[in-house]
């Protein structure tokens, strides 16, 4: 018979053993490890490629959402051109 034997990790807060399965401790429901949920906080928000786009909203008419809709397109259009420029400058294509 096996035994799943979860890893332990001593609380900073208030000493007791707590397994790490949970990011909180079990007694005094602290952060066991705030430095790192900090860095995984900022890795969530981190957009890479956060390009702004025209943002189409529910409750515009639908002549509009249309035009909204072409004018992304462009963008779209126009950014695939533009990566597809700075890929052949830069060299890489051979």
Not at 18 to 43: I, V
């Amino acid at each position: 018979m096996f035994f799943f034997m979860a890893k332990e990790i001593k609380c900073p807060h208030c000493g007791k053993w707590t397994t790490t399965a949970e990011p909180h401790c079990d007694f005094c429901g602290e952060l066991l490890k705030p430095d790192r949920s900090e860095e995984e906080e900022r890795l969530r928000k981190f957009k890479p490629l956060d390009i702004p786009l025209i943002e189409i909203n529910a409750d515009d008419h639908w002549a509009l959402k249309a035009v909204k809709m072409v004018a992304r397109t462009g963008q779209a259009i126009f950014l695939f051109i533009a990566s597809v420029l700075v890929y052949i400058a830069s060299g890489a294509a051979h």
